[in-house]
Each structure stands twice: as structure tokens, then as C-alpha cells.
RNA sequence: UCCACGGUAGCUCAAUGGCAGAGCAGCGGACUGUUAAUCCGUUGGUUGUAGGUUCAAGUCCUACCCGUGGAGCCA
């Protein structure tokens, strides 16, 4: 590659040339007419993209069109185009890259409200017959094809509402003086020892693929106070739910100096934030997907808090198989947030089904500062998390409990000999939370390319 | 790992043990405002694999493969 000038390459003019290229799109023209700004309305544009699909009326054509910024219709009139330009419009396969020069209005028959009156079509690659029909499909049949299925008006809105939950995490946190400190994918040993992990070779040595990244987050926190973690998780658990993926991605703020109650408000805060930017920013896209706004703006602080015995009352009541000790089931979840209109937020657990770091309830030793954040409608555990141990000697003592191999957690044990405070965090499921805020049933939808049990590809 | 269900045309599904079917998609045609358009015509099959029972198996039996839903575990 040739070495670009310094002046060139940092200058404006290669800026404006890369943002000119991309105007206008689907999104700009249709932003543009609805406006009415004379500007852009009516005037001459071309747009290059995919066709997405054709209805024919004798004369007259209607193709979706989508040119990766959203969808619109284009109107292709026989008279008002070639004859080549209208046959090619009329018979080229759906999903063919195609390019349309032409004009829009705005529309009230369209959908979205625009449309795209052509002047000229040409194709610029014809598509050989596109396996997925505007039809119903099953499940199989898509995630089979779920490289082509990324295409569809669903997958694209689920796409944006993904995108848009991210940035809005970072957004929050960066704004509340986080810092992202990202942490190792190989890992030489368990997290926590618990789940079952992805064993690897790392040369000559076993390596393991991480399954959280709190350990690390916590020598983090204590250089620079708050920091998080946004990556890839995996668990090797058979684990064959619509709530579970084998590889998904989390979220993990990690605080010094917080205690319990301040990272519940931080999930709160953090929460609240991305449902307001996917209300404000993604209205269309919530459209689309048939999922109703007014379900998600009823998420508002505070969320209510209970602990793990009264939870464990309110199961008794309702008369749902819960044994007092153990955790909840996914029936017990649903049945703890039926009815509810926002997250529940569940405190001090029993410490002998959690994390061998969770920090004991003061005065209640049998109980642990952990928390958890139910999403209600049956979207489960969304949250998990709590208050770390940061005293050296009841630290070894638990790794010692839990059979962990102890030389393997020294550099963890040393955070709790050089300046020791109390720390907080949690972890955050991506794919739950989206598909929470999109209302899908499963989340294998809320990432483009799903790892579940007996799916490796595409 | 356990429980349940399924595998028939490109897709979604029918078919008492007795000729392999429909709708949609595709292809050809009609139609100047369609919204999963509509209408006419038409192509399309090693019934997941292997074995068994039977005059006859998509259908019954056995094993295996693949997938879907759920449980446990967790985000």
C-alpha cells in the first residue's frame, strides 16, 4: 500500500470526500423529504443497494429496495424509464445489488411515508434464485442461512437495536468516568469454578476461553476506580434454552470503593439509559419488530428491591416447587416478576450457592451482598453480581473452601495485600438485554451469528 | 446429561398399511398504486440413513444421524 502524505490523509477534504460518498441513502432522502427541504425533496438521487423485493402491476413496479441504511419503496413506471431499465427491474432476482437513479417524495401510501420514483435501474450483480422467500420459514431453514437471513427487515432492525444498546452502555459509563480496560479471552483457569469452560491448547500449555472477565476487572478497578469490561463469554454448560448461548458477549463494570447498594443503582442508571436511547433512537426499528414502546417506558428508577428470603416468601405463596436454599429456577424467575412493569432486583443470597468471592452480609454470615436483576416478561436474569470479599484472609479461606487451586488465584489474593477497599460489580448478558428491549422470544436472534449447542455455523 | 416432539417438493405442511398431494416460492403471461397484491398457466420427489416385518411401508418395528422445544446451570 502506498504511503499516504501526511497532509492527505488527516486532511478535511478526504473527511468530506469519504461522507459525500455515502450521501445520499435511503435514510438521508428519506429524512430529506419528509422535512420538505426543497434541497433534497424531488431532486435527482442515486442510491445503490439491494432489491429486497417486487410487486408488479402491468406498468407499474413496486421493488423494496434496501441500501444498508434502511428500506424504501421504489416506484419504477414502464413510461418513465428504458425499456432495458424496466425489464431488468421487472425480472432481475431478489437480493441482486442493484442501482437506482430516480427521485424521492414523500409518500403517504409508501411505507415509512417516502418513495423512490425511478428514472433508471441497472444491475449491478443479478442474484441467483435467493433461498429465503418473503414466506414463512422455520428455524432451522434460517439459521442455516443466517448469513443471508441478516438481510431480512427483522434481522436489520435487531441489527440497529444491538448496535444501539452498546453504544448507549458505553455512552453511560464513559460519562459516569469509566474507563474500558478489556481483559484476556484466554485464561489460564477458572473465574469462579463453577461452569464448565472451553479448554483450548495454548502452544505446549491448556488454556481455557474466558467465562467472565470480574477477576481481571477487579486489578483493574483498583488502578483506575471504575472500569468495565464489553466482550465475549463462553460456557461450555449443554445448556439448550431460548435463554442461553454458548458464546455471548457481557457487559462487567467493576467499582472501588462500592458497596452493595451503589452498584444496584448503577444497573439501574445504567439500564434506564439504554431503554431511553433504544425508545428515542430506534422508535422505527421497535416498529418493526411489533415490540410496544409504552411496555418499555414504564422502565423507570427505582427498580424494586427484595431479598432472597422474602423473594423465597413471595415463591411460597404463589406455590411454585422453590426449596428454600437453593436458587431460582426459571419458572420461579417468571413467577417472582409476573406482573410486574420493571426489572426486580434480588439481594442476599444464601452464600453456599454463589460465587466463592461474594462478601458475607454483615451480621448474617450464612448470607451473601450478591445481587441479581430480573428483567420481568420472562427474560430472566439480565444481571448478576455483587459485593467482592476485599479481606486477604477470608478470601484464601474461601478459595481454600471451594477446592480452587490456590496458587493459581496468588495475583487475586495480592489485590487484597497492596491497598485492599471494598468493590462491587456486575455483569450484564448483551444478548438478554436485547432481546428483552426487542421483545423476541429467543436469543439466538438478538446476536448476527449465533453459537448454540449443536450450531457451529455459518 | 435428562425429558418431549419432529425429519415428505426450494419453503410451510397434508397423505386408515394400498396411485406422492396442497399452499407458497420459482418460471411464463395479464393487470397504472401495490403493502405477504391479485388472477391464469407451468416446472418441481432417492419421503433423514441403514436394516427388519408385510403381497404391499411416507405410514409398523429396531438402531443411528440431524434438528426443534423444555429442564438443570447461568448473563
Not at 426449596?323 to 426486580?344: K, V
Request: glycine content about 8%.
Amino acid at each position: 500500500m502506498a504511503e499516504p502524505s501526511p497532509a492527505s490523509a488527516s486532511s478535511d477534504s478526504s473527511t468530506l470526500s469519504w461522507k459525500k460518498r455515502r450521501l445520499p441513502t435511503v435514510a438521508s432522502l428519506r429524512r430529506a423529504a419528509l422535512q420538505g427541504k426543497g434541497e433534497e425533496s424531488g431532486a435527482p438521487a442515486t442510491v445503490a443497494g439491494w432489491l429486497a423485493g417486487r410487486r408488479s402491476s402491468g406498468r407499474l413496479l413496486f421493488l423494496n429496495f434496501r441500501d444498508g441504511s434502511g428500506f424504501a419503496q421504489v416506484v419504477v413506471f414502464r413510461k418513465a424509464v428504458s425499456s432495458e431499465a424496466f425489464e431488468a427491474a421487472r425480472h432481475c432476482p431478489l437480493e441482486s445489488a442493484v442501482e437506482i437513479r430516480g427521485a424521492a417524495f414523500a409518500e403517504p401510501r409508501a411505507p415509512g411515508g417516502m418513495e423512490l420514483r425511478a428514472t433508471d435501474f441497472r444491475v449491478i450483480h443479478a442474484a441467483e434464485p435467493y433461498p429465503i422467500t418473503p414466506k414463512e420459514h422455520g428455524a432451522s431453514f434460517l439459521l442455516d442461512r443466517r448469513h443471508l437471513w441478516l438481510r431480512s427487515r427483522r434481522q436489520h432492525a435487531l441489527l440497529r437495536i444491538r448496535d444501539e444498546v452498546l453504544f448507549a452502555f458505553r455512552e453511560y459509563l464513559r460519562d459516569q468516568g469509566f474507563i474500558c480496560g478489556d481483559t484476556p479471552i484466554f485464561t489460564p483457569n477458572a473465574c469462579e469454578g463453577t461452569t464448565t469452560l472451553f479448554e483450548t491448547q495454548y502452544f505446549d500449555r491448556h488454556a481455557y476461553l474466558s467465562q467472565s472477565g470480574q477477576l481481571y476487572n477487579e486489578a483493574i478497578a483498583m488502578s483506575v476506580g471504575r472500569t468495565y469490561c464489553l466482550g465475549p463469554t463462553f460456557r461450555a454448560e449443554k445448556s439448550k434454552t431460548r435463554r442461553h448461548l454458548i458464546e455471548f458477549w457481557m457487559l462487567e463494570p467493576e467499582v472501588a470503593f462500592a458497596e452493595l447498594g451503589e452498584i444496584v443503582e448503577l444497573a439501574e442508571g445504567l439500564i434506564c439509559h439504554a431503554v431511553d436511547r433504544v425508545l428515542t433512537n430506534r422508535a422505527a426499528e421497535l416498529a418493526t419488530l411489533d415490540r410496544d414502546p409504552e411496555r418499555l417506558r414504564r422502565i423507570q428508577p427505582p427498580f424494586p428491591r427484595i431479598t432472597y428470603d422474602q423473594a423465597a416468601a413471595r415463591l411460597a405463596e404463589k406455590g411454585t416447587d422453590f426449596t428454600l436454599g437453593d436458587d431460582f429456577g426459571a419458572p420461579d424467575e417468571t413467577a417472582l416478576t409476573e406482573g410486574m412493569d420493571r426489572p426486580l432486583v434480588v439481594t442476599h443470597f444464601p452464600a453456599a450457592i454463589k460465587a466463592f468471592y461474594m462478601e458475607p452480609a454483615p451480621g448474617r454470615p450464612d448470607r451473601v451482598l450478591g445481587m441479581d436483576i430480573l428483567a420481568p416478561e420472562g427474560y430472566g436474569e439480565i444481571v448478576g453480581g455483587g459485593q467482592r470479599i476485599h479481606d486477604h484472609d477470608l478470601l484464601r479461606e474461601r478459595v481454600r473452601e471451594h477446592g480452587l487451586p490456590e496458587e493459581a488465584f496468588g495475583w487475586y489474593l495480592d489485590l487484597r495485600r497492596f491497598g485492599s477497599v471494598p468493590h462491587s460489580g456486575f455483569g450484564l448478558g448483551i444478548e438478554r438485554f436485547v432481546a428483552w428491549m426487542s421483545g423476541i422470544s429467543h436469543l439466538r436472534e438478538a446476536i448476527p451469528f449465533p453459537r448454540t449447542l449443536y450450531r457451529l455455523s455459518p
